[in-house]
């Protein structure tokens, strides 16, 4: 075969990468992700309906996003681990049964106990779906394209916060706690048909069945242990627990108590303003994803330290004024706040330009665990602060109480600024042997 002819028919083997069939997978997997995070914030607006159904304290209440986040947070590692054996396909239909499973659970519970294990459940699926579509898309769409689409994919699934703050709000007020998360289930079991018949792992794939990597579980593990040594990974993992917390804290759980008890708002402005924060979470995520690719050195820690910086300054002066506040300042603190949701997925640029790619799943699982640790910690600290005060149930929420709720927030924007300033210096001398040849 003459030389032409090798190029003309490696150009018909290689795959085509970022057409309307990489959307279309991209589509697919995208639906199990917006669900995941309608599951995830699913108590988000019904926090004080599920105080009043199962009769619980501030810190019981906690318990119930705690464990999920928890189990998130320990299942990534695990997960990547999975990813990068059985691929993305089978875990994000896997994931949607979990969280379908957990959702009934939350709907049929008779107690507490067993409704706290329903979201541990809806954690362990979650854990299997984010990671799996940033995998998929790297795998479908070429490289200069993949940070903007990761951009993308976690704001897209912002699409799921909007939907448990309104249409599963509607669905709760219209009929009952049971028949509204059993819809859920219902929606998940579909998704994971729709996923398991639609979507292929790689563009060379011709049929459902994925090649497993060479190799075994041994070498899984080996390629956990080299991401684990790469500065990257774990520079990716606090930025992750620094930038994100925050807003999660507000739309997850305490959002609605924080703003109904300091801001006098009603339900109907509070469940706005939380919806306002994923519009302009748009808006943060085409901007640092263009700053990111244009500067991927200097730019992404400037993203981290100013999006941190801001969310403290905001926070500290919500915190010595006296509320309400005014309508420009409450825009400020939602700027801030949003930033932190596109700010985080700077975790994954770090992690990916500084490992290999057959360790890319275990990298990003890592790296991806660092927020929800930190949201883990601040869900909990936030319901044990205000069962110290006495706040033991939804009508004790305060102003005063809910202010010193909120100050567990500091004590990690300090430890993770400072983990990410010395684990930077190290990074930044891989990135420049990569962009700068």
Sequence with gaps: ????????????????????????????????YVFAVTCRSSLSATGIEAAHHFGTTSTALSMFLYLQLFVYAIMQIPAGVLLDRFGARKLIATGGLFMAVGQALMAIAPVTALAIIGRGIVGMGDAMTFISVIRLVSAWFPFRQVPLM???????????????????????DLTNWQIAFLSLTGVG???????????????????RHHERPQGGLRAAMGGLKAALKTPGTFCGFWVHATTWFSINMMNQLWGFPFLLAVEHYSRAQASAYLAIGMVIN????????????????????????????AQMICWTILLLTPGPHPTWFMVLLLLAMSSGGPASNIAFDFARDTNSPANLGAATGFANTGG?????????????????QGATNPNLYTDHVMRMA?????????????AFTIMLPRTIRILRTRFDR
């Design 1 to 32: 075969m003459s030389e032409s002819e090798n190029r003309t028919h490696s150009s018909e083997q290689s795959p085509r990468l970022g057409g309307g069939k990489a959307y279309a997978m991209w589509g697919v997997a995208m639906a199990g």
């Design 150 to 172: 990761n951009q993308l994919t976690s704001m897209l699934g912002g699409m799921g916060q909007i939907i448990s703050i309104y249409p599963f709000v509607w669905l709760l």
């Design 189 to 207: 079991v579909c998704i994971a048909a729709a996923v398991l018949m639609g979507v292929r792992d790689d563009p060379r794939q011709t049929g």
């Design 282 to 309: 748009v808006a943060w995520a085409l901007i640092m994803g263009r700053v990111a690719g244009i500067h991927p050195i200097h730019g992404r820690a400037a993203i981290v330290y100013i999006t941190v910086g």
């Design 372 to 388: 929800f640790l930190s949201s883990a910690i601040v869900f909990l600290g936030v319901g044990l602060l205000l069962d110290a």
């Design 406 to 418: 909120v100050l567990i927030q500091y004590p990690l924007w300090i430890l993770g600024l400072t």
